[in-house]
């Protein structure tokens, strides 16, 4: 399922955007977007063409398919030991618009502060900037997915309305550890604030489960809330499906109301609906062989980079990213994928500010979510490109 044979460049070519195949010349390998090179799972195709066959495409109901609301519910509890109530899910029109419906309800009435991880992914800062709300960023403690505690407690103030975790970190590939999500979890309810965690990565992980925010090993809190979505774990992007989930009647019906969703003006397809309850109820073993692929690619890419001169990997365990540092503080994220778009034809993501806030800088992103055949090329590629430039 996840061979090089299996990976459709034709089709790459002209569907896969956001920095992939498709905007790339066509000597240019991508590692850029987190999105597979692989076709999803065959259940998911047939769902789709089910739900295709009968010719209608009606509108939906507002608050999503009730059977994927309750697909959603049933995953968590099956992944995560997690109970999350069906009719406080609600499915939305990506993981993105999620954070960003998540933050019109935290600072709609009356604005506010938010507190989010450095470094993390550009969405966290776009969906409080979006709504008027002023970002505070906290140090992750080295090594770790963590805040540095006591910065944390420093930025809480009277107009402080939320921190927002990502679990597992992207760009960092690291899980947040229980205790210290417990901690996160007092932390808030001591001081009357929302906790967002960002679960979309959750499923890739390469040693232990990611532990959920709403885990039965965690305390109960009326404030916490998930978003996530199934662009990163079933490789469907493109069907921009994502979810929001919470504990709070009321919570969830100024959520709904933030949402659009009775307005008609948004809200998620039924065929992606179909497809992630196919997705949700059909696909664990997909999913186990996609991670076990992983894996390998994982190993395979620290055992190359291990050559390179200039990149010094750190460790991780989750995510299909790796995000290795500049050895030389003269080269800047951007100089160096610069020179290896130029000389290897590899495409990568920089760090800096404008993509994983500011402790990103001097690092650079790499995904590994691809074959065997085409990870070798490019990092082979770049570690010769490496030495030919960086001399
Ligand atoms: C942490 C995080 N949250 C949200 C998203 C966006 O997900 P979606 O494709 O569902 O909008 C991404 C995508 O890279 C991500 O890494």
Redesign the pocket.
């Known amino acids: 399922m996840f061979k090089n044979e299996d990976v459709n460049f034709e089709v790459l070519r002209q569907k896969a955007f956001n920095y992939r195949w498709a905007e790339q010349a066509h000597d240019v390998i991508p590692l850029t ?2 999105d597979p090179d692989f076709p999803v799972a065959p259940e998911i195709v047939n769902a789709i063409s089910t739900y295709a066959k009968d010719g209608y495409f009606s509108y939906g109901p507002p608050h999503g398919a009730l059977e994927f609301k309750k697909a959603i519910s049933d995953y968590y509890h099956r992944h995560y030991q997690a109970f999350v109530a069906s009719e406080l899910v609600l499915p939305v029109n ?6 960003f419906v998540v933050m019109k309800h935290v600072l709609s009435d009356k604005g506010g502060n938010v507190i989010i991880p450095d470094p ?2 550009f ?1 966290f800062r776009k969906s409080v900037e979006n709504t008027g709300g002023e970002v505070r960023t906290c140090p992750i403690v080295e090594g770790t997915a963590d805040f540095d505690v006591e910065k944390l407690v420093n930025l809480i103030d009277e107009n402080t309305r939320a921190i927002m975790i ?1 679990n597992p970190n ?1 760009p960092l590939g690291l899980q947040i550890t229980v205790r210290h999500l417990e901690g996160l979890i007092q932390l808030a309810i001591s001081r009357d604030l929302y906790i967002i965690s ?1 679960e ?2 959750a499923d890739i992980h390469f040693g232990h489960a990611t532990c959920s925010l709403f885990s039965d090993e965690l305390s109960f809190y009326r404030k916490a809330i998930i ?1 996530s ?4 774990n079933y490789g469907l ?1 493109g069907l ?3 979810y929001i989930m919470m504990r709070d009647e009321s919570i969830y019906q100024s959520v709904f109301h933030c949402s659009g969703h009775a307005t008609t003006a948004f809200g998620l397809q039924g065929i992606a609906q179909a497809a992630g309850i196919a997705a949700l109820t059909e696909c664990d073993y997909w999913l186990q062989v996609f991670r076990q692929h992983l894996k390998d690619m994982k190993q395979l890419s620290t055992e190359m980079l291990s050559q390179s001169t200039i990149l010094s990997l750190t460790n991780s365990n989750a995510t299909y990213l790796l995000f290795p540092k500049i050895m030389d503080p003269a080269i800047s994220s951007s100089t160096y994928i610069e020179h290896i778009m130029k000389e290897a034809k590899v495409a990568l993501v920089p760090g800096g500010i404008s993509w994983f806030e500011k402790a990103s800088e001097g690092r650079v992103r790499i995904c590994f979510a691809t074959s065997r055949a085409i990870l070798q090329e490019a990092l082979t590629r770049v570690l010769a490109a490496e030495s030919n430039y960086f001399k």
């Open positions: 977007a987190a990506s993981a993105a618009y999620g954070l993390v992914d969405l990502c992207n960002d979309i990565w978003v979505g199934l662009s990163k992007a921009r499906i994502g």
